[in-house]
């Protein structure tokens, strides 16, 4: 009788996608913009327009628990032009992306000033993109019909990965987004 010596054995991968998420909102404000104690935090708010008023607007960026790690951006529209001046964007930590207008990154804040690079957000952390805007002393609210749609400031978050992209300029990053 013969006997063969043989072996056999495998390696099987399996293989989930990473993913980037998050949410936006800010909090629940009355129309002269004063935040209401205890509301839910909202997608969307409806302002008053009064010269020389400001208001309460503060849109934050939630990275989802189960994200990856991630660099931020905002596009921020504001169809209130100079009449709405935003106020706490750099104290909050984003930078102007260069070539935009009005795309900024989030760089962060270190012992009161702005980090000097882009920085990688962690799953779970929260960024606020600025705290108030202020309708200007001089601006007409009649310039502003909500029926033609030009008295709205628009926050649009993005995320995207940070891994394989902290060599290239946020306006590197922000160019794969188009």
Same mark, same amino acid.
């Not at 309460?56 to 504001?78: A, G, R």
């Given at each position: 009788?013969?006997?063969?010596?043989? *072996?056999?054995?495998?390696?099987?991968?399996?293989?989930? #996608?990473?993913?980037?998420? !998050?949410?936006?909102?800010? +909090?629940?404000?009355?129309?002269?913009?004063?935040? !209401?104690?205890? @509301?839910?935090?909202?997608?969307? /708010?409806?302002?008053?327009? !009064?010269? *020389?008023?400001?208001?309460?607007?503060?849109?934050?960026?939630?990275?989802?628990?189960?994200?990856?790690?991630?660099?931020?951006? #905002?596009?921020?529209? /504001?169809?209130?032009?100079?009449?709405? #001046?935003?106020? $706490?964007?750099?104290?909050?930590?984003? #930078?102007?992306?260069?070539?935009?207008?009005?795309?900024?990154?989030?760089?962060?804040?270190?012992?009161?000033?702005?980090? *000097?690079?882009?920085?990688?957000?962690?799953? $779970?952390?929260?960024?606020?993109?600025?705290?108030?805007?202020?309708? $200007?002393?001089? @601006?007409?609210?009649?310039?502003?019909?909500?029926?033609?749609? /030009?008295?709205? !400031?628009?926050?649009? +978050?993005?995320?995207?990965?940070?891994?394989?992209?902290?060599?290239?300029?946020? @306006?590197?990053?922000? @160019?794969?987004?188009?």
């Amino acid at each position: 009788t013969m006997a063969f010596l043989t *072996s056999e054995d495998s390696v099987q991968n399996t293989f989930t #996608v990473g993913k980037v998420e !998050i949410t936006l909102d800010e +909090a629940k404000v009355d129309s002269y913009g004063n935040e !209401i104690a205890n @509301a839910e935090r909202v997608k969307e /708010n409806e302002y008053k327009l !009064i010269p *020389s008023h400001t208001y309460v607007k503060d849109p934050t960026i939630h990275v989802d628990s189960n994200s990856e790690d991630c660099y931020l951006f #905002v596009k921020i529209q /504001n169809d209130l032009g100079s009449d709405g #001046v935003i106020n $706490g964007i750099a104290n909050n930590g984003w #930078v102007l992306v260069e070539g935009t207008q009005d795309v900024y990154c989030y760089y962060g804040v270190t012992d009161g000033e702005t980090n *000097s690079t882009k920085q990688i957000v962690k799953p $779970g952390e929260d960024k606020k993109v600025f705290d108030t805007f202020t309708f $200007g002393e001089k @601006a007409n609210p009649n310039n502003y019909d909500t029926a033609t749609k /030009n008295a709205k !400031i628009i926050v649009t +978050a993005y995320a995207i990965q940070a891994d394989g992209l902290s060599e290239k300029t946020p @306006a590197e990053i922000w @160019a794969l987004f188009k």
